[in-house]
């Protein structure tokens, strides 16, 4: 079975801040994508990242997916109360050639103003 | 173009009782897939299904069955309802199912709780 720990689990920063969060793996993953979710809605895709060692940027967002494709880092720079939410990251699996994602069970961020 | 969309949005029932839910994938998408989602976790995988045939299922009992139907929306149904199956349940859909950078949209899910 295929897991993906995130951390930390819960984060509270101040406004302005910049904060990581990471997703890790024993296993390799053929791609990894990242979503945020709020109270009561499913989860928006952020980014997926398909390629070792790629890094994509979404404004203030940065997405990195390790050389081994085990594990992917989401960095925030100057963290807004607006970015408060659930961070996901999602794997999904080499073998089986299936859209089976296997989750993390998220960092919950709380950007104070 | 709409995206996802799931009905009902939420549901209160009691044990022993059976629920269907509903999912309507984004315009040309024709895989569908289920994930249950309980309070502080991340969604779990139940269900994948790709021209109304079962691809993929998750480590869930028999009480779970899904089916999708020929305009590719489909019906998750549980038999049964146990407490623990209060959960935030969610529906993606994609193009196809490939291995590697096909990406899921999901939708805004069922509140389900079991009383």
């Known amino acids: 079975t295929q897991l993906l720990e995130q951390s930390p689990q819960f984060l509270s920063i101040q406004e302005g801040e910049n904060l990581t969060v990471y997703c890790n793996s024993s296993s390799v993953f053929s791609s990894l994508q990242w979503y945020r979710q709020e109270p009561g809605e499913g989860p928006v895709l952020l980014v997926t990242?398909?390629?070792?060692?790629e890094v994509k940027k979404l404004k203030r967002l940065t997405f990195q997916f390790g050389d081994a494709r085990k594990d992917s880092s989401l960095h925030i720079t100057a963290a807004q109360p607006g970015d408060t939410g659930l961070y996901l990251c999602a794997g999904a699996p080499t073998q089986g050639g299936s859209e089976k994602l296997v989750f993390g069970k998220g960092t919950k961020l709380t950007v104070n103003p | 173009d709409a995206g996802v969309t799931q009905s009902p949005t939420h549901l209160i029932k009691t044990r022993g009782q059976h629920v269907t839910l509903r999912c309507s994938p984004i315009?040309?998408?024709?895989?569908v897939s289920w994930y249950q989602q309980v309070l502080g976790q991340g969604p779990q995988f139940i269900f994948q299904y790709y021209e109304k045939e079962e691809r993929g299922r998750g480590n869930f009992p028999d009480r779970f069955s899904a089916r999708q139907f020929p305009n590719y929306s489909s019906e998750l149904n549980v038999n049964a309802l146990l407490l623990g199956d209060s959960a935030l349940y969610l529906c993606a859909s994609s193009f196809f199912p490939t291995s590697g950078g096909e990406t899921q949209y999901f939708g805004p899910g069922t509140r389900l709780l079991v009383l």
């Open positions: 315009s040309g998408h024709k895989s």
């Open positions: 990242v398909v390629t070792g060692g």
